[in-house]
């Protein structure tokens, strides 16, 4: 299943985006506002939504100033949310959020619409950077 954000331009070079980005507790900045639960462990965050299981991404990759890849901790639901960086100008930047993962179709049917929220809204986020 893949879920495609909204590209969204902030007023940051892609240096700074990038910065922002790898600093894993900067994402409590652009999760949902209902956010129950957020801790940062070395390369990796926790957190928690109402209504949902807490769900601990790890920093998978990153190339400097052009993309960042989160991924599931739990091999049981595999998944990557990435951030691709693009500087337009010196003090703006593209970014546009892509989750990938591998469901059953049942599970797919089941979380497509939650997901597709939750990426919009961290992409409306970021937007207000």
């Known amino acids: 299943m893949d879920i495609k954000g909204n ?46 299981p807490e769900i601990r991404l790890v920093l998978k990759e990153k190339t400097a100033y052009s993309n960042i890849t989160l991924g599931a901790a739990s091999s049981k639901l595999p998944f990557t949310l990435a951030a691709d960086l693009n500087e337009i100008a010196e003090d703006k930047t593209e970014v546009k959020l892509n989750f990938e993962g591998e469901f059953n179709a049942m599970m797919a049917m089941m979380i497509k619409k939650p997901l597709t929220k939750f990426v919009d809204t961290l992409t409306e986020n970021i937007g207000k950077l």
């Open 7 to 52: 590209t969204v331009i902030i007023q940051k070079s892609a240096k700074e985006t990038f910065a922002f980005f790898t600093d894993l507790k900067n994402f409590k900045v652009i999760m949902p506002d209902n956010i129950q639960k957020f801790e940062v462990d070395g390369d990796s965050f926790i957190f928690g939504l109402p209504g949902m």
